[in-house]
């Protein structure tokens, strides 16, 4: 009797294999070049490469080779999770005195356009490593549909180039940029081909060379002379010591689910961990939406000021991440929640509606055989610090305004840091991409979002939006709220919660920001391990983005 309850259990608990793959990401090419690469015998590994690449080429405003990653994958045939980390670095000869203007106050005109807000690029190296430490295919296989498309061009849509107009001004500043996004100086009307020839023999360098060719030989030259010509600092030495980092997620149980997400230097991980253990003390299921989204808030902002106090690269900094994500530390904050009372941050800095939208990009994939990929990559801020160095085809990040640059200031998404997050030369800025993994018993969700600040909450109502039983259709288009610890302010989406209950919210002390802006490109695949039915979902928000089951 105990042996066949036992076989029946087991049967029943076998997973059936997906019976399709499953690909969401921003645009409609680059989840087709993770098909196409699934279709040459690749997994979602190299389907991952594929859909990186491509989103190189047809969403440059939001990420690219010039820029960086974090990558969270899970291998089905033995279970490893690893996340690459194919972050950004500063370089060697990095200045905080560069980034101030001559009052000693930030300019973040240095910080976030041009050569000096340019770290070290981290996406090559990371496509390379997946392609060789996880994939099946050659990497000129997996990189062909990018290649392809920079060469022949395609027709960005509206979003790219409202974006384009965003950031023309910047643009505009060098020849190398202008000469590529830009037509006799104006944006471009719809209509418009974009070809990125330079870019497509980058890649081809990097299909043929692997890392050599990008940061050695004659294109790591004209990386190094560009930037310097442009004002920046880089040296060949940065680009050759660039170095991908394997390291464990953060992983942690909710209430009977296992969450896999982003470890340092994203603060994604421990600030999910932080905000999940603080609430699996509460039914929240059984609470109204004010007090649910109440509980929600004090968990965010007890988490964001974690972030800004503790968090930076863990090749510099030591940092109390068992702490931080124990449950015990969790249960000291939550007692220190009022049921319906705000807790007030101690500082109240202006309110920033800084742009948080849909610039830098997440996909999320599994394959028929159960790998599961998730990637956050990014150039910062829109169109990144918008310097194209002549010849290379591919903007170069702004990821140094990421730093803590000065202790205690806002960066451009309103997060304040100390020195754990300060630049040296070599270290990865502090992010919030968070590429997560959530997984039950019966269902699997691999999600992630842009948003800057906002992914790791937008991510949180993800995980339990998910975890609450809906699909990763709904759980993408669900409206949005934020609260980062300062400013003291409850960032919502138009329409997110009625007038009574932002009354409400304001009963208890909260300060509620409605805004007309809408933020994330979330992007979600699901898999029903009792049935094998896979779900893909993009972000109604991204009108180019593309979740397909096939
Ligand atoms: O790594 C980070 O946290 C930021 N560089 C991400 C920027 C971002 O999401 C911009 N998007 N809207």
């Known amino acids: 009797m105990w042996l066949l309850g036992f076989l029946v259990a087991s049967v029943a608990a076998a997973p059936v294999k997906p019976q399709q793959a499953a690909i969401a990401s921003a645009h409609v090419l680059a989840t ?73 106050r930030p300019d973040r005109n240095h910080s976030i356009n ?3 807000s340019a770290a ?69 009307k719809p209509g418009w081909t974009f ?53 464990a997620p953060i992983a942690f149980d909710y209430r009977g689910w296992r969450i896999v997400s982003a470890s340092p230097p994203s603060s994604g991980g ?33 988490a964001y000021r974690d972030r800004a106090e503790y968090l930076g690269d863990p090749d510099f900094v030591a940092m109390p991440i068992a702490r931080l994500t124990s449950l015990d530390y969790a249960a000291g904050l939550r007692a220190s929640i009022h049921p319906d009372k705000a807790t007030p941050s101690e500082l109240l800095p202006p309110y920033l509606d800084a742009a948080q939208g849909s610039h830098t990009s997440h996909f999320s994939i599994i394959d028929r055989d159960g790998n599961l ?16 160095v002549p010849g290379t085809g591919f903007v170069l990040n702004d990821e140094m ?38 997984i039950g018993p019966d269902r699997i969700g691999v999600l992630g979002t842009p948003g800057g600040s906002r992914i790791i909450t937008m991510v949180l109502e993800g995980i339990l939006a998910f975890i609450d039983g809906q699909t990763p259709e709904q759980l993408v288009a669900n409206p949005r709220f934020h609260h980062q610890y300062l400013p003291d302010v409850i960032a919502v989406e138009k329409g997110a919660f009625t007038p009574a209950q932002i009354k409400a919210l304001e009963a208890m002390g909260h300060q509620v920001h409605e805004s007309d802006r809408r933020w994330g490109f979330m992007n979600a695949v699901s898999w029903d391990r009792t049935t094998g039915k896979l779900h ?8 180019s983005g593309s979740g397909v089951v096939r």
């Open 32 to 104: 087709q070049a993770g098909f196409e690469v699934l279709g040459k015998g690749g997994n979602a590994f190299d389907a991952a490469v594929a859909v990186a690449a491509t989103l190189a080429v047809v969403e440059p405003q939001s990420s690219g080779i010039g820029g960086g990653g974090l990558f969270l994958l899970q291998r089905a045939s033995d279970g490893h999770e690893v996340m690459v980390d194919a972050r950004e670095t500063a370089p060697a000869a990095v200045r905080v005195a560069d980034y101030l203007g001559a009052d000693g």
């Open 114 to 116: 041009g050569p000096l």
């Open 120 to 188: 070290i690029p981290g996406e090559p190296a990371g496509l390379v490593w997946i392609a060789a430490h996880y994939g099946k295919l050659p990497l000129k296989t997996s990189l062909a549909p990018a290649i392809r498309i920079a060469r022949a061009g395609f027709k960005p849509d509206r979003r790219f180039l409202d974006e384009l107009a965003m950031r023309k001004d910047v643009l505009a500043r060098y020849p190398g940029s202008a000469a590529l996004y830009l037509v006799n100086g104006q944006v471009p």
């Open 195 to 247: 070809r990125s020839p330079d870019l497509a023999r980058v890649l081809e360098r990097i299909a043929e060379q692997g890392n050599a060719g990008f940061y050695g030989g004659e294109l790591a030259r004209t990386l190094v002379d560009g930037v310097r010509s442009a004002g920046g600092n880089w040296t060949l030495a940065d680009l050759e010591h660039y170095e991908v980092k394997e390291r």
């Open 270 to 302: 421990v600030a999910l961990a932080e905000m999940l253990n603080i609430l699996s003390g509460y039914e929240l299921d059984r609470l109204d939406t004010v007090h649910r989204t109440h509980l929600m808030v004090e968990a965010m902002r007890r």
């Open 373 to 388: 990929a998730a990637g956050t990559q990014t150039v910062n801020l829109i169109f990144g610090s918008g310097l194209v």
């Open 401 to 438: 305004d990421d730093f803590a640059l000065v202790v205690g200031k806002p960066n451009a998404f309103g997060l304040v840091g100390n020195e754990r997050n300060a630049p040296r030369p070599g270290s990865r800025p502090l992010s919030s991409m968070s590429p997560t993994f959530v």
């Open 536 to 543: 893909a979902a993009s972000d109604p928000r991204g009108a």
